[in-house]
C-alpha cells in the first residue's frame, strides 16, 4: 500500500506536470511580434484552441479569438491582448500563490530535504499551471533554463538549513 500510494503521488506531483509541459505546443513570444504570421498561423490556432478552453476568459475575448481564427494576423492580435489584458494579471498571481508555498513550507520545515523536495514540487507545479494558462511552453532551451533555476533553487533551499548565522552580541 505504501509503495502504491508514494507511486501515485510522485505521477501525480511530478511525472504528470512534466508530461503536460512536453506535450504542449512549442511557441515563442518573438512569433507574436513576426511581421508574418502565416507560417505560424498552426500554432497560433493549437494555442488559440487551449485559450478557449479556459472558462474564466471574457466573453469579448472569446468571441474576438473565434472570429479571427481564418485570419493569422487578425489571430496574432487577438492572442497578443488576451496575453497582455487577461492572462498577465491570472500569472503573477499564479507565481505569488507558489512563491508563498514556498516561503512557508521552507520556513515551517526543519528539514533540508524536506525543502528540496517541497520547492522542486511546487515549482514543477507552477510552470505547469503557467503552460496550461498561456497554452504553450517555452522552447526546450528556454525549458531547460527554467529547469536548472528550479533545482538551483531547491539547493539552496536545501543548504540553508545548514548555515549558522552568529549574530556579534
Do not use: W
Not at 533540508?112 to 505547469?128: A, C, E, P, Q, S
Amino acid at each position: 500500500v505504501f509503495y502504491a500510494l508514494a507511486f501515485i503521488l510522485v505521477y501525480l506531483l511530478i511525472i504528470r506536470p512534466i508530461l503536460i509541459i512536453l506535450f504542449s505546443p512549442s511557441f515563442s513570444i518573438g512569433t507574436t511580434l513576426d511581421k508574418n504570421p502565416k507560417r505560424e498561423h498552426r500554432v497560433y490556432k493549437r494555442v488559440a484552441k487551449r485559450i478557449l478552453e479556459q472558462e474564466d476568459l471574457p466573453e469579448g475575448m472569446r468571441t474576438n479569438i473565434n472570429e479571427s481564427m481564418h485570419d493569422p494576423y487578425k489571430l496574432r492580435d487577438a492572442l497578443n491582448n488576451v496575453y497582455n489584458k487577461h492572462l498577465k494579471r491570472k500569472l503573477n498571481k499564479t507565481i505569488r500563490s507558489h512563491a508563498k508555498t514556498v516561503m512557508v513550507s521552507t520556513a515551517i520545515s526543519q528539514n533540508g530535504r524536506l525543502d528540496f523536495i517541497t520547492v522542486i514540487v511546487v515549482n514543477i507545479k507552477m510552470i505547469k499551471e503557467i503552460v496550461v494558462l498561456c497554452g504553450f511552453r517555452p522552447s526546450y532551451r528556454n525549458l531547460a533554463n527554467l529547469v536548472v533555476n528550479v533545482f538551483v533553487t531547491a539547493l539552496v533551499a536545501e543548504g540553508l538549513e545548514n548555515i549558522n548565522l552568529k549574530v556579534p552580541s
